[in-house]
């Protein structure tokens, strides 16, 4: 490191010692903090909210239970316009052919994400849900949708976002997670993704979903075209968000967790490259550094395979064995069932992995 950046970040040291970093302090590091140097200082953040050498994971799997979307994110490999052959809609038994197979594997988490379905009312929504929590109990835990479907949901329900949010949780739903983020600024959006949502209603979608009692994650997805400031105003939203809701929303939990994911290129509208796997550890050491008011660092084995585990020495904690997902494996990500390879690899690293089991977390 040099000398002046040495100046610098002693002029910034308040970061070890106190809960916070400014965006400022987040630049400086990005830019000329060498890796040994982010790894530290994530860590530091880390133990302040677990143990050094623990780690949680989770077997789950994505459930896609529609590929036809009228979005059209140039960055996506998986969707189908309603126009289009190849659309498809999962029926009941369907999904619960895909719950069973995960409980089966010892999993007990899914993840709904569909694309923004004209033809799909509400009530397919609820009568889903609901016959998942009748048949499947506290057995396994779901989390219902994106925040991008659901805003697109509620909208084309007519309804507000509290009521949408009510009638969801009447259906059992106890979970609407941060998903289909990507990079929230209105610049980004307005690139890659104008049909989606602006960043405004994005937070708005989550704060309702809190506001209604609902439990979320914060997410991000990098590697696409975005600048680092673009990335760090991501980060400095959502910390802004956490702390707002933390302040405002009686006895809510806020974002309990924070993924961030790799953009997958192959078979997209845009194409391009993907980053390596050391800007990503990197990005997770910065993101664990300045989002200090998000207990859970997630890091993503669905796009960086076992090398993600290297993210537990850069802030992470807790990580996802995923079984399916077709939304990024259309566009690349390829998927290893040998959870005890995984598993040992995070051991090599000197973290003792346990298994965090959501349904039984999440009874409400
Ligand atoms: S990323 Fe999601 S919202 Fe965008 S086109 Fe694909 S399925 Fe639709």
Redesign the pocket.
């Known amino acids: 490191m040099s000398t002046s950046l040495q100046d610098d970040l002693r002029a910034t040291e308040k970061q070890l010692t106190s809960p916070r970093i400014s965006s400022k302090d987040a630049q400086l590091l990005w830019h000329q903090a060498d890796d040994a140097e982010l790894r530290a200082r994530a860590a530091a953040t880390r133990a302040r909210h677990h143990a050094p050498g623990s780690a949680t994971y989770m077997l789950m799997r994505i459930i896609n239970y529609t590929n036809v ?1 009228v ?3 140039d960055y ?1 490999a ?2 189908k316009l309603p126009s289009q052959e190849g659309g498809y809609v999962l029926t009941q038994a369907q999904v619960f052919a895909k719950l069973d197979e995960l409980l089966a594997l010892g999993g007990d988490l899914a993840a709904f994400n ?3 379905n004209p033809h799909l009312p509400l009530s397919y929504y609820c009568e889903l849900f609901s016959a998942i929590r009748a048949r499947y109990g506290d057995k396994l835990e779901f989390y219902a949708l994106t925040i ?1 479907e659901f805003l697109y949901l509620a909208d084309h329900a007519r309804l507000t976002l509290a009521q949408a949010a009510q009638q969801l949780k009447a259906a059992g739903v106890r979970w609407i997670t941060g998903g ?1 983020s990507e990079i929230l600024t209105e610049d980004f959006r307005k690139r890659h ?1 104008k049909f ?1 949502y602006t960043v405004a209603e994005y937070f708005d979608a989550q704060r309702a979903i809190l506001e209604a009692g609902l439990r979320t994650t914060a997410t991000m997805v990098i590697g696409f075209d975005e600048t680092i400031d673009e990335r760090l105003e991501h980060l400095e939203r959502t910390r802004a968000f956490q702390d707002k809701v933390l302040a405002e929303i009686p006895g809510t939990r806020g974002l309990e967790s924070f993924l961030c994911w790799t953009y997958k290129p192959y078979f997209t509208q845009i194409g391009g490259i993907e980053i390596s796997t050391a800007e990503y550890l990197r990005h997770l050491a910065l993101s664990r550094i300045y989002l200090d008011n998000i207990p859970r660092m997630r890091t993503s084995v669905l796009t960086q395979n076992e090398r993600a585990l290297e993210g537990l020495l850069y802030g992470a904690d807790d990580f996802d064995l995923p079984i399916e997902d077709e ?1 990024t494996q259309k566009a690349g990500a390829t998927i290893s069932l040998d959870f005890e390879k995984i598993l040992n690899y995070a051991r090599t690293l000197g973290f003792e992995p346990t298994y965090r089991s959501v349904a039984a977390a999440s009874k409400l």
Do not use: L, N
């Open positions: 979307c979005a059209q994110c996506c998986f969707y569909g694309g923004f991008a289909g993704a989606k939304v």
